[in-house]
């Protein structure tokens, strides 16, 4: 079977929600058993997402292979199940740096660079590169942003023409753009969805799908009129409606005939779909047994975008334990600002720090992990929750006055948290932290250990600082536990007190290796610790866990 490709445009504004229907139009094929792999462009100039602040893009998400990329890859490996390489996010930046590259060696031979072809030509190699290395059946491209974007027109060029050259049965567009419903009259407009497509095809694309993104379904007027203006059949319209969980979205998507046209549309062998565990994971989030009430305390509390992975995780580790979890989110200035706030953290079943850079809300932060250390509250640090809990634990346990992390104050007497020595000359920012999938050893007899249930982890990382080797025997010596670390035994990994009910953090980013059916172990065994307090269990038994977790077993008995 020849390759296909589906592209996926955006139209009105961004952020419609074209990451989750890429996602679901991989699964409807995936369930038909085609091997599929998906590509995010992103057209900004920007090389990766790596130097941008979480308010401006949301959340970082790193591959395996230590990629710094847009967070709809993230959906694609949680849907998908499957680890994608850096190459599948590609940006503008990293197009027209491997043009200028050319030109400067005198690659083009004495010609005038231009967008087309030269670019477009960067574009389409490298979109064919990623399917090719692949080795999937169907190739899932994304380009971000709207169609009205000046940055994005070289890539939608570079698809009009990969319909040229690859032939109509093998390329299929499709269109995502908002319908919005008016709060006087209740009305479904669908102009702003027809001026996108009317730009669409300015360009020279004409969709062959259009979805509409919309609040509720919508009525048969809309589809009618989207359907002709937008010069397509009515069955080939459909409606990416608002679900309370967006792994809903491929299961609605399909009931409305999207997975069968998209199949004979491109000529493939109608096959039924297999739905059954995907079905499974949707009814333990919508019918719960139990519900958890969660505190985020971070400096990014105004943007859940900034944290999707971890929240993603906490659901994934909620449908394993029949479980709810709902989070809040708590600025960590805010406890800065009024120390007494802190107090209202008793009101909660768990205490979760998350990543993080620079001082603003750090001390905050550390109000909240020896908030929690002190009353025994479940906690779960992560990244620099990690650094802070080191930091909290040598200043108010092991009595170290004024012990920081050199990141917020490089003149600290006691730098119980410093620079990694390989970065203390890293001059560029870009792509330089220690990044991507790293081997962990975790000690026996740790609550570590009986999480993973293995001696040997590999998580994916991305930070600068580490704990100071010179003060871990103090550290040690006061009962802070130090269960995982780098092969080598340099770095510390993750770290627990084993007195308390459940006090853990890690350096590693463990949300970005979740998934449905597959939870973290680490959140799991955190999300567990707090159901057993909030349900006044003993102290949780840490054999259950593992069984949770990586797809050992995705659910539990109600009992």
């Known amino acids: 079977m020849r390759r296909k490709f589906i592209f996926v445009t955006g139209g009105v504004l961004s952020s419609v929600g074209k990451g989750i229907v890429t996602s679901s139009i991989g699964k409807m094929l995936q369930v038909r058993g085609y091997k599929v792999t998906a590509i995010k462009i ?33 959906w694609y490996e949680r849907f998908l199940d499957v680890d994608l390489p850096r190459e599948n996010n590609i940006t ?39 399917a090719k290395k692949s080795g999937a059946d169907i190739v899932l491209v994304e380009v971000g942003g709207t169609v009205g974007d000046i940055e994005g027109l070289p890539f939608l060029e570079a698809i009009r023409q990969m319909r040229l050259e690859e032939g109509f049965r093998n390329t299929l567009y499709v269109h995502v753009a908002l319908v ?49 203006f937008g010069t397509i059949p009515e069955e080939a319209v459909f409606c990416s409606y608002t679900v309370p969980l967006v792994y809903q979205v491929p299961l609605i998507l399909d009931e409305q005939g999207m997975g069968d046209y998209i199949c004979k549309r491109l000529g493939l062998e109608a096959r039924e779909p297999d739905w059954g565990s995907w079905r499974k994971l949707v009814d333990a989030y919508l019918n719960p047994l139990y519900e958890l009430r969660i505190a985020l305390v971070g400096k990014y509390a105004e943007l859940a975008d900034a944290y999707i992975s971890m929240n993603e995780a906490f659901k994934h580790s909620g449908m394993a334990l029949r479980t709810k979890v709902d989070i809040d ?14 107090e209202r953290l008793k009101d909660y079943d768990g205490i979760f720090v998350p990543y993080g ?4 809300g750090a001390e905050g932060k550390i109000m ?48 119980v948290v410093g620079l990694m020595p390989e970065q203390r000359n890293v001059a560029h920012k870009g792509g330089t932290m220690r990044l991507g999938a790293h081997d962990i050893i975790l000690k026996k007899g740790t ?67 979740s998934r449905p059916g597959k939870p973290s172990p680490l959140y799991t065994g955190f999300v567990k610790a707090c159901l057993d307090r909030r349900l006044g269990r003993p102290r949780p038994e840490l054999e259950v866990v593992p069984r949770l977790c990586y797809g050992l077993r995705a659910e539990v008995k109600a009992a």
């Not at 850079?357 to 603003?360: K, N």
């Open 357 to 360: 850079f620079g001082p603003r």
């Open 447 to 513: 609550r570590a250990y009986m999480l993973y249930g293995r001696e040997r982890i590999r998580e994916r990382h991305r930070h600068r600082w580490e704990v100071n080797p010179d003060y871990i025997p103090l550290l040690q010596a006061r009962g802070l536990v130090f269960s995982g670390t780098s092969p080598d035994g340099r770095r510390m990994e993750v770290l627990e007190l084993p007195s308390h009910y459940f006090f853990m953090a890690s350096q590693f980013h463990a949300e970005f290796k």
């Open 329 to 342: 989110y708590i600025r960590a200035e805010e406890l800065e600002e009024s120390p007494g706030d802190v």
């Open 368 to 415: 909240a992990i020896q908030f929690a250390r002190e009353n025994d509250i479940p906690f779960l640090g992560i990244c620099y929750g990690f650094q802070l809990a080191v930091v909290e634990f040598a200043r108010h346990v092991c009595g170290l006055k004024g012990a920081h992390t050199t990141e917020v104050d490089p003149d600290t007497p006691h730098p």
């Open 42 to 74: 992103d057209p900004y100039v920007n090389v990766d997402s790596g130097t941008m602040n979480p308010y401006m893009h949301g959340e970082v998400f790193v591959t395996e292979d230590g990629g710094e990329t847009d967070l709809d890859i993230g």
């Open 180 to 228: 919005p419903i008016l709060d006087v009259t209740g009305e479904m407009k669908t102009k702003p969805l027809q001026h996108s497509v009317q730009e669409l095809r300015r360009i020279g694309i004409q969709p062959d799908i259009i979805v509409a993104r919309c609040t509720k379904m919508i009525n048969d007027e809309a589809k009618y009129k989207i359907a002709l």
């Open 92 to 130: 503008t930046g990293q197009v027209y740096l491997a043009v200028i590259e050319r030109e400067r060696r005198g690659d083009y031979l004495g010609k005038c660079v231009q967008i087309i072809p030269h670019v477009t030509d960067e574009i389409k190699a490298r979109i064919r590169r990623v």
